[in-house]
């Protein structure tokens, strides 16, 4: 089934800006709201926005998300070490009628 | 205090079956969409079935269609994936993920290999 696209991989200085993309189409990103995922290594994801632009409790404001057309972002300023992480979107697709996933940005913080 | 505790997985051999069991606490199962998410080792997340509150819609995805089934009890505060026909790419970390992925357990590993 087809996924989201997201770049495999990104790297950012400290204390710089990051902005990961995911790209879908009108049946998903278009339609529905985003959500973001963050995951450190041998550990389960954590939910940083949904509905595009909603933070859970606890999540800093750091992170910020949206959309135009087809594409969702996730910002993340101020970058911190344990920023560094797998970073994913998902949306509902409604043609397929199930979450779709995107392939995953891993973010460096150098 | 919300908790989700997967259990279940382990090494089958491929053509075998698995139940994959999820407790949840701190909320009331009835009231919520729930998923099962896998991870095959070094890859991304893979949302594999997905049951409405009522346990009346179910959705997977294409490569489990027919194999895996989900279902839901209610009293018993738990969340199933009855898992059959496993082949060697099924093998992943399964997690269990609430509504709009919100909550997440720990996975339990499941490893098909002969």
């Known amino acids: 089934q087809a996924g989201l696209t997201q770049p495999p991989s990104m790297s950012k200085d400290l204390r710089q800006t990051a902005t990961l993309t995911c790209t879908g189409n009108s049946h998903n990103v278009g339609n529905q709201g985003a959500l973001w995922l963050q995951q450190h290594q041998g550990h389960p994801p954590k939910l940083l926005s949904y509905?595009?632009?909603s933070r859970p409790s606890g999540i800093s404001e750091r992170f910020s998300a949206s959309r135009s057309g087809n594409t969702a972002s996730l910002t993340i300023t101020g970058l911190q070490p344990e920023d560094e992480a797998d970073y994913y979107c998902?949306?509902?697709?409604?043609?397929?009628?199930?979450?779709?996933f995107g392939g995953g940005t891993k973010l460096t913080v150098l | 205090e919300v908790q989700v505790v997967e259990s279940g997985g382990n090494l089958v051999q491929p053509g075998g079956s698995l139940r994959l069991s999820c407790a949840v606490s701190?909320?009331?199962?009835?009231?919520?969409?729930m998923n099962w998410v896998r991870q095959a080792p070094g890859k991304g997340l893979e949302c594999v079935a997905t049951?409405?509150?009522?346990?009346?819609?179910?959705f997977y995805v294409d490569s489990v269609k027919g194999r895996f089934s989900i279902s839901r009890d209610s009293a018993k505060n738990s969340l199933y994936l009855q898992m059959n026909s496993l082949r060697v790419e099924d093998t992943a970390v399964y997690y269990c993920?609430?509504?709009?992925?919100?909550?997440w357990g720990q996975g339990t590993l499941v490893t098909v290999s002969s």
């Open positions: 701190g909320f009331t199962l009835s009231n919520y969409w």
């Open positions: 509905r595009n632009d």
């Open positions: 049951i409405n509150e009522a346990g009346s819609d179910k």
């Open positions: 998902s949306v509902w697709d409604s043609s397929l009628s199930g979450w779709v």
């Open positions: 993920g609430r509504d709009l992925f919100d909550y």
